[in-house]
């Protein structure tokens, strides 16, 4: 029955939202909840750029069903107009999915390598996006992920890529994203202290995106497609169960046309996680 | 009076047969940062019996006191690990328990849980003929074994009568 119902999650569901858990907070990342754990997120992510800032905010909510299955759901908010294209890290759908941990090699202390999968439903929330898409009818999309990496006490390296499309409504469709992220992560051997004291990590995150064209009334917008390379440092604290983590990134690379969207100049993130683990363990 | 003997017999021979894990001490692998290890804590204390928990991320080490008169089995440990994603190696445990079988192959039972282990020397030459039939308190090392899975042998490093 368990895996009835995550299965059926993962046919109505995935998060293209950011910050899942504790990890790099741009980047994607490959741990899951533990059994029975809920996990709650709740950040910002901010573009600032020519035409001014947009700001997505949300919570995101995860339950892991086993110890290698987490079915999560986020529900964003956005606030003010930056007219820039589609993203994966902000936006106003809300998304369900399920992620599964499908490789989990833990062979020595401290370390795990390890590979994640997600899939998920993407479905227009209440508010219209901003600028050329702001026109759009909006259909409900499919976003897929896969990551996978490296975890140790001392060091973290994770890459992955992920997908979204969108179905087409009255002539009109939203552009596929397609995204990739390469991260590093270190703990310098002065913080790899006890878990009953504050652990610090810190991030060089390397993001891209690639936006598709958009679809207007049956007509694909001239120059509508952009790819985008951004990178920059994020900070992870953590005590406990309760995990802060905030960063920024500057572009790299820009192919966007500034006559369909505004001139992003730099991405921000904090984001605020809550890990309820549990303590049930079957009776012998 | 009677009433009050026969309590006093019963609680005596309750004593006399007490059966359980007093320390276990597993090396976790996988454990990276502070959220693993509390998870790790949190399903340990979540045990029935178990009076504390520490845990060093740097080696691994989940160390766990247990009370006096515990039932808690060995399974409940091995999956509050596997249950955080994790895996264990060898358990070091200091249990108490009967022996039974014979001195060339001896088991333990660890009353009040389903636990039996057969029962294997870590070094040659420990004599245990004289303590069959007894309650004994051991020190010894359960390999690691499969997930959800509960080795079935004790390699002891001592064996005493226990008090």
């Known amino acids: 029955m368990k895996y009835l119902m995550v299965l059926a999650c993962a046919v109505i569901a995935t998060s293209k939202a950011f910050a899942a858990d504790h990890g790099p907070v741009f980047s994607y990342a490959t741990p899951v909840n533990s059994e029975r754990e809920f996990s709650f997120d709740t950040g910002i992510f901010g573009r600032y750029g020519s035409q001014g800032t947009q700001l997505s905010t949300g919570s995101g909510f995860g339950y892991g069903v086993t110890p290698h299955i987490t079915v999560n759901a986020f529900l964003p908010a956005s606030f003010g107009s930056g007219d820039l294209p589609e993203s994966r890290m902000s936006g106003t759908d809300w998304s369900a999915g399920a992620s599964w941990r499908f490789l989990h090699s833990v062979t020595s202390v401290g370390k795990r390598i390890e590979s994640t999968a997600s899939l998920g439903l993407v479905v227009p929330g209440p508010q219209q996006d901003s600028g050329v898409l702001g026109s759009l009818h909006r259909a409900p999309g499919v976003a897929a992920t896969l990551v996978t990496g490296l975890a140790s006490r001392s060091q973290y390296v994770w890459v992955g890529g992920g997908y979204t499309c969108f179905a087409e409504v009255s002539n009109d469709r939203r552009p596929d994203i397609i995204s990739w992220s390469a991260v590093y992560g270190y703990r310098p051997p002065s913080l790899r202290r006890g878990y009953d004291k504050w652990d610090y990590r810190g991030f060089a995150e390397l993001t891209g995106e690639h936006t598709g064209a958009v679809r207007s009334g049956g007509i694909i917008l001239p120059d509508s497609s952009s790819t985008t390379v951004w990178f920059g440092p994020s900070v992870l604290a953590i005590f406990k169960n309760i995990a802060i983590e905030s960063g920024v990134q500057g572009p790299l690379f820009r192919d966007v046309s500034e006559s369909v969207y505004g001139r992003e100049r730099i991405r921000f993130a904090i984001n605020f996680s809550y890990l309820k683990y549990s303590s049930h363990t079957s009776s012998h | ?163």
């Open chain 2, 1 to 163: 009076m009677k009433k009050i003997l026969a309590i006093g017999f019963v609680a005596l021979s309750t004593l006399s047969a007490r059966a359980e894990y007093e320390l276990v001490n597993l090396t976790v692998f996988g454990m990276d940062c502070a959220p693993c290890a509390h998870a790790i804590h949190v399903s340990m204390k979540g045990i029935q019996g178990v009076d504390t928990v520490d845990v060093d991320l740097n080696t691994g080490l989940v160390s766990i006191k247990l009370t006096p008169g515990n039932s808690a089995a060995m399974r409940q440990f091995n999956q509050a690990v596997e249950k955080n994603g994790f895996t264990h190696k060898d358990a070091n445990v200091v249990v108490r328990g009967q022996l039974s079988g014979s001195a060339q192959a001896p088991f333990l039972d660890v009353i009040g849980t389903k636990d039996r282990y057969a029962l294997t020397p870590l070094t040659a030459g420990t004599d245990i003929s004289g303590l069959m039939g007894k309650t004994v308190l051991i020190d010894g090392v359960l390999p690691q074994s499969g997930k959800g899975k509960v080795s079935d042998t004790l390699r002891y490093k001592s064996v005493t009568e226990a008090r």
